[in-house]
């Protein structure tokens, strides 16, 4: 089962694995993930855990495996992160690559070696690659034009600049200076239109600077010649070969290799000692230097094309980095470098409506899988089951209650728990009914001649075969349907034995069902194992197994053939121990509080934390005054009825007289400097100083469209603090039915700065701020929306004032929050 002894991040440290000659050596990583935000579901299941789930595979066929990853930590994004968090980025590495690890080690990810690519050791290979290049003539030197910031007096490199995409029919107005994250398309900053430095959001203009250059071109017939055998013999994943051949098609031109940053490996060379390599130049490389911190003998692993074999799993974002990028480099070198054979390409694993972000923070995060209590066996499973292997899958969190509660609980789980709580059961005792085993695996002679189990032990034989093949392929994804496929062929096993009925009336082929059956549990441990290790040795302890039993599908000790025998797997007179449920049901609540809990974007969420720990905070101090009040009270004479005062604003009523709503004018607009998704507002209310609001439109309405414009704002919410900077009001906007557009709510361009929205027919003053413990504000929400007329109602009342009611653009039915 692939050392079960050591979980998370590779256990203790071990004498390190060096290649055999005559074995299988597997050599696998996955895509470095990036020091720059906690890793998300979509990065976990793109990247570490499928790479996981082929490294214990190998491991539990007996095949010499290490499995390198680490933190790519160099680059403009630190910097980014560094200058965002006011630190160094080497404090911004420490920090991340700690989260990072611990994420990993909670979702039981098993390294050889989890390093970072910030090291000395990351130095001298990337130089000593370089130098190499540089010596067989493959690099160029040319001046380009970069964009340069005044304000900043630097230049910007590609991460630090945002604009608008130049791809026709795109538009995408956040793209990136290296990338558009909407249409995918690579570019370059200069290409952007209405750029912005994104630190100061000043317009850059163009200077020329000098850089080194990769020269593809003149590579082109050793790489094409490498990815034409390659992509056949490593069998590579459709997404691979088509994303390859795009850029093929495209033409090769040649590749910029430095970079004017401080933050990175120094370019050793007299006319570029102020720059730095191109992160996509030194992060794949980060892979051998990984590897040489695992072992002083690295070129063993990545010098041995002949006894090696390099698997490398990642998204289909950086697939051209690892078949054209890293593939030329290494070979312009002139070395004889073990090359990737087989590449895993997963596409994207999006969340409930749209897409995991980490920039953005939407989706389930690393930390959060663990704060809600699911165990990790059912994380990894769900992913698994998901994982995007050719189209982008979705990832809802009914999808993971049906999979949990069908598959792994109904199927799997009970399974397990039917057959080992009947040999549990001891005849003699009256809750045992007069069946069972009292915990012994039974004798059962002659069960190759049972019918019913000759057959069965066949289809299973054949599955392991699927399982196999599936696996060798790297087809994770039905490599674990078999696997449950199997648990299902069990389950109909007992059923036609009818094994409860069979004790009584025919105990020796009870016998063998069960003895039959136990070893299935046993095989059905190891084939799960690379998918759910936690789940695995507590099967094993359940068998009373010992947790360091190492159990390994092997065909040269005939494991794969024992499958078809899986009455063979324990031994007559084993004693298991003690059974218990392997699975907990996830309810309905349970799931509704997590989609709630999960939605919006990490900024909302941390938005809604502060609010609810401010009603806390406010609910304990309104509690200590009512008892002090308690205490006057008895001093007081009693007034009476007449005189009696109406009961606090606390208890009055809730309804949409209780919302201070006010048409406002926004004075000025602009991205908040620490999160993509959020504007910042100055709004004025009619208080003689404008409000500060923080709003996350930034997906819907363009920047240019938020500027001098009349709106609807909620003026009695309780200020919170979004990404460092408190927002003093909310302006209200509706949404359509499936989240895909949201509109402003619009008062008429007569209606005066400062008025109160109005309800007729309800009347009365706002509180003066709303108390979040009463959830007046999401109670009233509620029966906020629009209607046919696009009217902006409350019920079927609109929202007026002196010249007229508010409106939005085109959006009938939607919800106004």
């Given amino acids: 089962m692939g050392d079960l002894s050591s979980s998370g991040g590779g256990g203790d440290r071990k004498v390190p694995k060096l290649p055999i000659p005559g074995k299988r050596n597997i050599l696998i990583t996955s895509a470095l993930p990036y020091v720059n935000n906690v890793p998300h579901l979509g990065n976990i299941i793109g990247c570490v855990l499928s790479a996981d789930v082929y490294a214990r595979y190998c491991r539990l066929r007996g095949y010499n495996t290490i499995y390198i990853c680490g933190t790519d930590e160099y680059g403009t994004a630190t910097e980014t992160k560094a200058l965002e968090e006011n630190c160094t980025p080497q404090q911004i590495c420490d920090k991340y690559h700690a989260i990072h690890k611990e994420v990993y080690d909670w979702f039981n990810i098993s390294f050889d070696e989890f390093g970072r690519t910030s090291t000395p050791q990351q130095t001298e290979v990337c130089q000593a690659i370089f130098m190499k290049l540089l010596e067989n003539k493959w690099l160029s030197e040319n001046t380009m034009q970069q964009l340069y910031c005044d304000t900043c007096k630097r230049f910007l490199a590609d991460r630090l600049v945002e604009g608008v995409c130049p791809t026709q029919g795109?538009?995408?107005?956040s793209a990136r200076g290296d990338q558009c994250e909407k249409c995918g398309k690579l570019l370059n900053p200069t290409e952007l239109q209405d750029p912005k430095c994104k630190v100061c959001r000043n317009t850059p203009r163009i200077r020329d600077t000098n850089h080194l250059f990769l020269e593809l071109p003149l590579l082109k017939d050793k790489l094409e010649e490498y990815i034409n055998h390659m992509s056949v013999a490593g069998s590579w994943s459709q997404n691979a070969i088509q994303s390859t051949n795009a850029w093929l098609k495209e033409g090769l031109r040649p590749r910029c290799i430095t970079r004017d940053l401080k933050w990175g490996v120094p370019v050793p060379h007299d006319n570029f000692k102020d720059k730095v390599f191109y992160v996509w130049f030194d992060a794949p490389i980060g892979y051998v230097s990984i590897t040489?911190?695992?072992t002083s003998e690295w070129e063993k692993w990545w010098k041995n094309p002949e006894n090696v074999e390099l698997y490398q799993f990642m998204g289909k974002d950086n697939v051209p980095f690892h078949t054209v990028m890293f593939p030329s480099t290494l070979l312009g070198t002139g070395e004889n470098w073990t090359l990737m054979k087989t590449i895993s390409v997963t596409e994207y694993l999006n969340y409930e409506a749209g897409k995991f972000s980490k920039s953005k923070g939407i989706g389930v995060f690393g930390n959060d899988a663990k704060d809600t209590n699911i165990p990790v066996e059912v994380w990894r499973y769900y992913l698994l089951t998901n994982r995007p292997e050719v189209s982008d899958t979705l990832f809802t969190w009914a999808d993971l209650q049906a999979k949990l509660n069908s598959e792994l609980l109904n199927n799997l789980g009970n399974f397990i728990n039917r057959v080992l709580s009947f040999i549990a059961k001891d005849?003699?005792?009256?809750?045992?009914?007069?069946?069972?085993?009292c915990s012994v695996i039974p004798e059962a002679p002659g069960a190759e001649s049972h019918p019913l189990t000759k057959t069965f032990g066949e289809t299973v034989g054949d599955y392991v075969q699927q399982y196999l093949e599936a696996m060798e392929k790297v087809k994770l994804k039905q490599g674990l349907k078999i696997a449950m496929a199997i648990s299902g062929e069990g389950n109909a096993y007992l059923q036609e034995s009818k094994f409860w009925k069979l004790y009584k009336e025919d105990y020796h082929s009870c016998s063998v069902v069960m003895k039959t059956a136990a070893g299935l549990v046993y095989l059905l441990a190891c084939l799960l194992e690379p998918f759910m290790p936690s789940f695995s040795l507590e099967v094993l302890k359940q068998l009373n197994l010992p947790p360091e039993t190492q159990v390994l599908l092997s065909d040269e000790k005939g494991d794969i053939e024992r499958a078809r025998r899986p009455w063979e797997f324990l031994p007559a007179g084993h004693?298991?121990?003690?059974?218990?449920?392997?699975?907990?049901?996830?309810?309905?609540e349970e799931v509704e509080l997590f989609r709630q809990k999960f939605a919006g974007?990490?900024?909302?969420?941390?938005?809604?934390?502060?609010?609810?720990?401010?009603?806390?905070?406010?609910?304990?101090?309104?509690?200590?005054?009512?008892?002090?009040?308690?205490?006057?009270?008895?001093?007081?004479p009693t007034k009476s009825a007449a005189e009696a005062k109406p009961k606090a604003s606390a208890e009055a009523e809730i309804s949409i007289c209780r919302l201070d709503i006010r048409v406002g004018l926004i004075t000025k607009a602009q991205k908040h400097p620490d999160a993509d998704s959020l504007y910042v507002e100055e709004i004025d209310v009619g208080?003689?100083?404008?409000?500060?609001?923080?709003?996350?439109?930034?997906?819907?309405i363009p920047l240019e469209d938020m500027q001098n414009r009349k709106v609807c704002v909620l003026c009695n919410l309780k200020p919170a603090t979004m990404r460092g900077i408190k927002s003093q009001a909310m302006v209200l906007a509706a949404s359509s039915s499936d989240h895909s557009k949201v509109e402003l709510v619009e008062p008429p361009q007569s209606a005066r700065v400062g008025e109160r929205v109005t309800f007729p027919g309800f009347e009365g003053s706002p509180d003066d701020v709303l108390n979040p413990k009463k959830k007046v504000w999401e109670t009233v929400q509620l029966d906020l929306h629009t209607d046919k007329e696009l009217v902006a109602?409350?019920?079927?009342v609109p929202f007026s004032t002196s010249a007229g009611v508010c409106k939005v653009s085109s959006i009938c039915g939607g919800t106004i929050r």
């Fill in 170 to 173: 795109c538009n995408y107005d």
């Fill in 292 to 294: 040489s911190c695992y």
């Fill in 427 to 437: 005849p003699a005792l009256e809750d045992g009914k007069g069946v069972g085993y």
């Fill in 575 to 588: 004693k298991i121990g003690t059974p218990e449920p392997l699975f907990k049901e996830l309810t309905d």
């Fill in 601 to 636: 974007s990490q900024a909302d969420r941390i938005l809604k934390a502060e609010a609810e720990a401010e009603a806390k905070e406010l609910a304990e101090k309104l509690q200590k005054t009512e008892v002090s009040d308690g205490r006057v009270k008895k001093q007081r």
């Fill in 687 to 700: 208080e003689g100083q404008p409000r500060t609001v923080v709003s996350g439109l930034v997906k819907y």
């Fill in 793 to 796: 109602c409350y019920k079927d």
